[in-house]
């Protein structure tokens, strides 16, 4: 069974400071990880998403997240953080089993983050 | 624009009543799931389904039923309403071997 830890639940910083919001993830297979952004009152929107090759992976809106498999982590940063991005995150993972149970996402428990001005 | 719909996005009911929350899609997705998402934000999985006349029930037990009749449509019954069942209701999508999901925008049901 694979699991999904968000660290922080909340985190708050200033605008135009830099951020990370952590996750770290157990699981038996190889995975694919996804972090998702909810703002208030909406759905969840995709921000970037690991499958293969590069580690580095870059998103939606100045995000990116880097895989390290030694430490199971997928660190969500941004150099930069604007007000609008006060949101929650989530971060998911995706076992690669090929039977019709894989694709299940496990997501996180998420963070909220508040950008003050 | 948005490819999964879930009607009504606010529903403020009395105690006992019956309701559907609507979810439809229009990618042609196999499978769509209901998670039931509590105030503290996290997110359960209620139920799920991996095609047409295929459902299964998620990790949080719930007093909701669903049913897929078609492909495109996933809908969530409540038979009787109780303020326990207050909460963000988000249905989601995703292709056979696709990876990721597509959401709705989620109905907020508020149970009075």
């Known amino acids: 069974a694979q699991s999904v830890t968000q660290l922080d639940s909340q985190v708050p910083v200033f605008e135009e400071a830099p951020v990370e919001l952590r996750c770290n993830y157990s699981?038996?297979?190889?995975?694919?990880l996804f972090w998702y952004v909810q703002y208030p009152n909406q759905g969840l929107q995709l921000l970037l998403k690991?499958?293969?090759?590069?580690?580095l992976v870059k998103g939606i809106n100045g995000f990116e997240a880097e895989f390290n498999k030694s430490q199971t982590s997928f660190h969500l940063r941004k150099p930069s953080v604007h007000i609008s991005d006060t949101a929650e995150y989530f971060c998911a993972v995706s076992d690669l089993k090929s039977s019709n149970a894989g694709n299940m996402l496990t997501f996180g428990g998420g963070t909220r983050l508040m950008v003050k001005p | 624009e948005a490819d999964i719909y879930q009607t009504p996005r606010y529903l403020v009911i009395g105690t006992g009543k019956k309701i559907t929350l609507e979810c439809s899609q229009t990618m042609g997705h196999d499978k769509m799931y209901w998670y039931q998402q509590d105030p503290g934000m996290e997110l359960h999985l209620i139920h799920y389904?991996?095609?047409?006349?295929?459902?299964e029930k998620g990790d949080l037990s719930s007093e909701s039923t669903v049913s897929r009749i078609r492909t495109e449509h996933f809908p969530l019954t409540l038979e009787s309403a109780r303020p326990s069942h207050t909460s963000q209701y988000l249905c989601?999508?995703?292709?056979?071997?696709?990876?990721?999901?597509?959401f709705g925008s989620g109905t907020r049901l508020t149970v009075v």
């Open positions: 690991y499958l293969s090759g590069s580690t």
């Open positions: 389904s991996y095609g047409v006349n295929s459902t």
């Open positions: 989601a999508s995703s292709t056979r071997t696709g990876v990721g999901y597509t």
């Open positions: 699981s038996s297979v190889s995975v694919y």
